[in-house]
């Protein structure tokens, strides 16, 4: 087995010790912080994710926060969606882009005041890119990285466990809504949010000195709910067609290619970097896009690279992510697929490292 060789550069976390006495068996980096990925093991953290309750380590999702008078209008040169409806008590969807209409990150904006937000970053250094844009617009704002380390509680047992310790009133909450609630005389924004499809919460957590607090409170009101540590879960996660940076898309790919265009309602507005490139793409649309892709067989080998994706000989895209589903008994699939073959229904051969296998494009994903 490779190992992570310790370093300052792969940061820990608020929730570290907690994550290694519940067994964590695999981390990934991102963001330059550790990310648990395994614990009891892929297949059994999937079915617990599915029945339980988890509490996620996902302090990895970094915050930008842009605060001061001309926040507003940085947030909006950034993203292509139009935040002029935003209000403090929702969670905003928000591509990143940058001027040729690239995905540069695919972050979750939440506006605390008029003059400062929060990004929810997804795996790219987002940071600097924000001040680069208010340095050269020389906008009055501090960019800037918080204090602020999200904890989620996922799965269908998440409302019990949240209600046993910030009160009834958290699960009030409508999806993508936010509001704040009190712990150890801290006040919390919670949103109900997460990168699952069995429904919870992201605790976004500070200072990072209660993390520790906050975990332990948790996983002793959800014992007898079952909690457990656990992670995103690839099988789950594309089941339900959850998009990873990095993974699914990149700066190569637009928001319309990754079936994001609903997200780009405010690209006709002044001064949004990406803003015409995007247009342009709305009118012709996308030569390409996300897919969900069902691949017939009983196992699959770990994804470390794109698998092309093709039909009479020919290279017509590629899965980006892939899994065995052990309850729909297929290999699932996201993929970025031509136009001239992205129909449902329309047959593909997959080349994974293993042999060629045969699959086909679906109407929707499985959740």
């Known amino acids: 087995m490779v190992e992570f060789a310790p370093s300052a550069r792969l940061r820990r976390t608020p929730f570290s010790a907690g994550v290694e006495a519940a067994g964590v068996s695999a981390y990934s980096v991102y963001n330059h912080m550790l990310l648990p990925c395994a614990f009891a093991g892929l297949v059994e953290d999937y079915r617990h994710l599915k029945r339980a309750v988890q509490l996620w380590d996902v302090a990895c999702e970094r915050q930008v926060e842009i605060r001061g008078p001309d926040a507003g209008r940085l947030m909006q040169m950034l993203t292509p969606r139009d935040l002029s409806r935003a209000a403090p008590s929702r969670c905003l969807y928000a591509p990143v882009v940058d001027g040729r209409g690239g995905m540069l990150n695919d972050p979750v904006a939440l506006k605390l005041d008029e003059d400062r937000w929060w990004l929810s970053i997804a795996d790219s250094d987002l940071l600097l890119w924000a001040k680069g844009v208010a340095q050269g617009a020389g906008l009055r704002v501090e960019v800037f990285e918080p204090d602020v380390s999200p904890l989620a509680v996922q799965g269908p047992k998440a409302d019990a466990l949240m209600a046993r310790v910030f009160g009834e009133a958290v699960t009030g909450l409508r999806f993508f809504g936010c509001g704040r609630f009190g712990f150890a005389g801290h006040d919390l924004l919670i949103a109900r949010s997460g990168y699952s499809k069995q429904g919870g919460f992201e605790i976004y957590v500070t200072p990072g000195e209660i993390g520790m607090d906050l975990w332990q409170a948790l996983m002793a009101a959800g014992r007898d709910l079952d909690v457990r540590a656990g992670c995103p879960n690839l099988i789950e996660r594309v089941e339900g067609g959850l998009l990873s940076y990095n993974a699914d898309m990149d700066i190569s790919n637009t928001p319309h290619e990754c079936g994001l265009g609903r ?39 770990p994804l470390t690279a794109h698998w092309p994706l093709m039909a ?21 699939a996201i993929g970025m697929v031509n136009k001239s073959h ?21 109407e929707k994903f499985w959740n």
């Not at 490139?277 to 699959?300: D, N, S, V, W």
């Not at 047959?347 to 060629?356: I, K, M, N, R, Y």
């Open 263 to 301: 997200y780009c309602n405010g690209a006709n507005l002044p001064g949004v970097i990406g803003g015409a490139a995007l247009m342009r793409e709305a009118e012709t649309g996308p030569q390409r896009q996300i897919r969900p892709i069902e691949i017939a067989a009983e196992a699959l080998p």
């Open 312 to 332: 009479d000989g020919a290279r017509v895209g590629q899965v980006t992510s892939a899994a065995f589903s052990p309850d729909f008994g297929v290999g699932v």
């Open 342 to 362: 992205w129909t449902p229904g329309t047959a593909l051969v997959v080349e994974t490292p293993q042999g060629d296998l045969p699959a086909v494009v679906r």
